[in-house]
């Protein structure tokens, strides 16, 4: 009994025993939400990866983000449905992503950069958290007002505290009708949510602007020729933002917290000041290689393909006492996979220069997911990351973290550094 309460609190919070250690378990039952088949060999998170769309669905797997995201969102659709929401989606992203709205960001960044130098104590993965915000409220509302994206930023922290932990593996808090229902207090929130993002909708429609390259004025731009309806707008939009910020968030705090460690920040200057970005693009995927932001990508094997799905994970229904059990959620594990010491030298140890020696196949580095269901955000990720790391290698700042050693923690579906992660901004120069 008490194995059983410290794994799922392990679980819902530390979750490093499911991750990073050799010898982990292969199956886990989240209690009140599914049993997890977890899929660590690159030869068999290939063959998932192969057959995700039509035997392993990713969009069933997300129902948990179904609260929050919306039943039209790309993360919970699967086959014809999902294949549309990438297209239009993906489009819509790519317009947005340009010159003009990197170049305002990266300015942005500077000065928060040069305000953080001159003040007090930064507690880093908040401070990471609104500027990532500000990223994805400018890329895909197109809003730049600093009231307007604090509105945003505050409604959609209360989606991805400490709380939303435990409301997104435990199905029972679903239920918005329950009076003493979770499920009716998340409710709450997306109401505001919604509100906020239906005037942004009318907005868009009522006032086009030429020059706005946001999401939002795509996609309410080519809705009638794609046809979807204003709540795919929602659903999709809300999707963006929470998953752009939270893991964009996440992969950046992490990045810093490796560029405030050993000689990484000066070996980093010195690369970049010969000219060479080699060494930043390696220091980078290191850092989504060591601790991907998202863990595990849950697969609902479809119930028409049980026997194929068998196969393929070389799962067996029956336990030794003849009994029976359900199909559990199949889970390809990025984390497992980077740090199997047959795929990575020495994976427990940050190498900034890992990249530059050896690449890595699709089944064997992918913290953006893999086949159908790629992250759609990944360049933009990328992006965000470089444009973060030169501000801080060009202005030659550092950070002092207060705190040097961090056990990764579980913030609703993303692993993060660390908690309240108090640091100081330093001018190296
Ligand atoms: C470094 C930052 C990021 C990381 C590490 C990351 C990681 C991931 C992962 C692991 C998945 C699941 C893939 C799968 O199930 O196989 C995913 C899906 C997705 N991501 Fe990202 N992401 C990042 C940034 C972004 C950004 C900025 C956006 C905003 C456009 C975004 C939008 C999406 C969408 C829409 C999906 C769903 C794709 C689908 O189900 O077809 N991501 N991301």
Request: hydrophobic letters at 40%.
């Amino acid at each position: 009994m008490v194995k059983y309460i410290t794994d799922y609190f392990r679980w819902l919070f530390l979750p490093s025993m499911f991750l990073f250690r050799s010898g982990q378990p292969k199956e886990y039952k989240v209690p009140g939400w599914e049993d997890i088949l977890f899929v660590d060999n690159p030869d068999d998170i290939s063959e998932v990866n192969n057959r995700t769309g039509d035997i392993f669905l990713g969009g069933a797997g997300n129902e948990f983000l179904g609260p929050l995201f919306g039943e039209q969102s790309v993360f919970l659709l699967d086959q014809e449905e999902h294949l549309f929401a990438r297209k239009v989606l993906a489009r819509s992203v790519s317009t947005s992503v340009n010159e003009n709205v990197l170049s305002e960001l990266k300015k942005f960044v500077c000065d928060e950069v040069d305000k953080s130098v001159l003040g007090g104590n930064v507690y880093l993965d908040e401070w990471v958290r609104r500027l990532t915000m500000t990223a994805m409220v400018r890329i895909v509302l197109g809003e730049k007002d600093s009231d307007f994206i604090k509105e945003v930023f505050t409604l959609f922290e209360k989606t991805t505290g400490f709380m939303a932990n435990i409301v997104s593996y435990r199905k029972s808090f679903w239920n918005p009708e329950n009076f003493f229902s979770v499920g009716r207090i998340v409710a709450s929130i997306v109401k505001d949510i919604d509100k906020l993002i239906y005037s942004e909708i009318e907005n868009a429609r009522n006032n086009r602007n030429k020059d706005d390259d946001s999401v939002m004025s795509w996609l309410v731009m080519n809705q009638e020729a794609y046809g979807y309806d204003d709540q795919f707008i929602r659903d999709n939009v809300v999707s963006m933002i929470a998953a752009g910020y939270d893991t964009t968030g996440s992969s950046i705090t992490w990045m810093l917290y490796w560029y405030s460690s050993d000689d990484n920040a000066l070996n980093l200057g010195k690369s970049v000041s010969h000219g060479d970005g080699s060494l930043v693009d390696s220091f980078i995927s290191e850092t989504l290689r060591y601790c991907s932001p998202i863990e595990i990508l849950p697969r609902k094997v479809s119930p028409d393909h049980v026997d194929e799905a068998l196969e393929i994970t070389k799962y067996n229904l029956e336990s030794g006492e003849g009994e029976v059990k359900d199909m559990p959620m199949v889970c390809p594990c990025p984390h497992r996979v980077h740090h199997d010491p047959k795929v990575f030298d020495n994976p427990e140890m940050f190498v900034a220069d890992r990249f530059l020696k050896k690449s890595y196949k699709k089944n064997e580095y992918l913290p953006f997911g893999g086949g159908r269901r790629l992250c759609l955000g990944a360049n933009l990720g990328r992006t965000l990351l470089s444009l973060v790391i030169h501000v801080f290698i060009e202005k030659n700042v550092n950070i002092a973290l207060s705190k040097k050693k961090f056990r990764p923690i579980r913030r609703n579906v993303s692993i993060w550094p660390g908690f309240k992660m108090r640091s100081r901004f330093y001018d190296n120069n």
